[in-house]
């Protein structure tokens, strides 16, 4: 939705690093988000980004360049619980406008 | 448990029937947010208030209404129901417009 872009599915390995994108149209960005939503469930707050550069938060790490309209959620050391969808969401004109997720799936 | 509380988690109902949702959001948040979620459409953002008060509006059908009240819990009724409103209807918290927002469990409606 809104042009936020997210690819759809990648398969990893327990252990592994993972790295999920995103890219948003930036006119009217106000800051952008990442969450985690498994199956059925309500999404999770991860991670937040308002200005360029990493935030790092245990495990995960998401990236920001304001200026590329683009944002990396990075997942370290993965377990099996990290099997979930991750939705990228941008801030525009106060409304949070999500893409449709990029669904990882862990594997032993 | 994320503080914001929705009502009911399941509803099943027929065709042109009214439906009305109900979320509780954290305590102090100001904000709510209402958002359906659809297998092949990810979340869709239909409306937001602040403190009582209509602040965003996205992709919410004519048939769909919200509301928030002063004890700032609110309700999203949908009307004239239709076999593709059937989704997760997920309603938000947040202090104010700039920080996180909050999910509650969600509502799964199911229109036969």
């Known amino acids: 939705g809104q042009n936020i872009d997210q690819p759809t599915e990648m398969t990893a390995t327990e252990g592994a690093i993972v790295q999920i994108n995103c890219t948003y149209q930036?006119?009217?960005?106000?800051?952008l988000f990442w969450y985690q939503q498994h199956a059925g469930e309500a999404p999770t707050f991860l991670s937040y980004?308002?200005?360029?550069g990493l935030e790092e938060k245990g495990r995960f790490s998401s990236f920001l360049s304001r200026s590329k309209g683009y944002s990396y959620l990075l997942l370290k050391e993965l377990q099996m619980k990290d099997s979930a969808s991750y939705l990228c969401a941008v801030k525009r004109n106060n409304r949070l406008a999500f893409g449709k997720g990029n669904q990882v799936v862990v594997i032993p | 448990d994320s503080g914001v509380t929705q009502t009911p988690k399941h509803l099943i109902t027929a065709t042109g029937q009214r439906v009305t949702l109900r979320c509780s959001p954290r305590s102090g948040d100001l904000s709510v947010y209402w958002y359906q979620q659809s297998l092949d459409q990810g979340l869709q953002f239909l409306i937001q208030?602040?403190?009582?008060?209509?602040?965003a509006k996205g992709n919410i059908l004519e048939r769909f209404s919200a509301q928030q009240f002063p004890d700032l819990h609110s309700e999203l009724n949908l009307s004239s129901l239709e076999l593709g409103d059937s989704a997760l209807y997920f309603c938000?918290?947040?202090?104010?417009?700039?920080?996180?927002?909050?999910f509650g469990q969600g509502t799964r409606l199911t229109v036969v």
């Open positions: 208030y602040y403190n009582g008060e209509e602040r």
């Open positions: 930036t006119s009217g960005f106000n800051g």
């Open positions: 980004n308002v200005l360029d």
């Open positions: 938000a918290s947040s202090v104010g417009g700039e920080t996180e927002a909050f």
